[in-house]
């Protein structure tokens, strides 16, 4: 697997997205999705240089992370798959950023961990933007109150808001209304886009693009 050469694809092909809508590039994070993939095609990664990962399971970052961290100490590690919460403990210790907040007991126990662990880790609010049963995220109609009480009532230091589009629908739309729903709330960030859409995400102000099949190949 081409690991480098794909990473040096992607963030071509970011460039040149933001070239179009004339961005500049340096706002475009480039998380790379490496879930089931081997810890050794994660390290090739690594030794490119790059830095910022996601994992969609706590137990499987357990197992993969503490020693690549070791190995490279500036490694910024995305949760980018639901949480339960008793596994926020273990969640906060790994994580530096969390892109999956999306009810008011995970807020808590997360703010709760945050203090007793002394750990600073950004979070990113989940909003189900198809109102899909299967998936997590906080409802549109709900989402006005779910940011206001993480950020004011419970000081939770929110980078943005994360969406996950149906498979099965035009990915603009649901970003468009993720970038409209971030800008009243005045918050800067936006996660969306994966392999197959991170383009058009971008177009749409994405400023952090999740992207696994295209880095690492297709998953087992
Ligand atoms: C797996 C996953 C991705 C990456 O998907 P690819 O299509 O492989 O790029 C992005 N975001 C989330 C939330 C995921 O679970």
Redesign the pocket.
């Known amino acids: 697997m081409a690991v480098a050469e794909n990473l040096q694809l992607v963030k071509a092909l970011i460039t040149n997205a933001c070239s179009e809508c004339e961005r500049d590039p340096q706002t475009v994070q480039l998380?790379a999705?490496s879930?089931v993939h081997p810890k050794d095609h994660v390290r090739t990664a690594l030794v490119a240089g790059h830095r910022r990962f996601?994992e969609?399971r706590v137990q499987e970052a357990l197992e993969k992370w503490p020693g690549l961290k070791a190995e490279f100490p500036d490694t910024c590690l995305h949760l980018?798959?639901s949480l339960q919460t008793n596994k926020v403990k273990e969640a906060v210790g790994l994580f530096d950023v969390i892109?999956?907040l999306d009810r008011e007991k995970l807020a808590r126990r997360i703010q709760k961990e945050c203090q007793e662990q002394n750990r600073d880790v950004g979070c990113y609010i989940q909003i189900n933007t198809g109102e899909e049963s299967q998936k997590g995220g906080c409802l549109p109609s709900k989402a006005d109150e779910f940011i206001s009480y993480c950020r004011h009532d419970l000081g939770l230091k929110i980078l943005g808001l994360?969406c996950?589009p149906p498979i099965d629908e035009e990915p603009s739309l649901h970003f468009a209304f993720l970038r409209e729903l971030a800008r009243r709330h005045d918050l800067a960030g936006l996660s969306m886009g994966?392999?197959?859409d991170?383009e058009t995400a971008v177009r749409f102000g994405a400023t952090s693009v999740?992207?696994?099949?295209?880095?690492?190949g297709a998953?087992p």
Do not use: H
């Not at 999740?210 to 690492?216: M, Q």
């Open positions: 998380v999705v879930k996601g969609n980018i798959g892109e999956t994360m996950i994966m392999s197959g991170f999740r992207v696994g099949t295209a880095i690492f998953r």
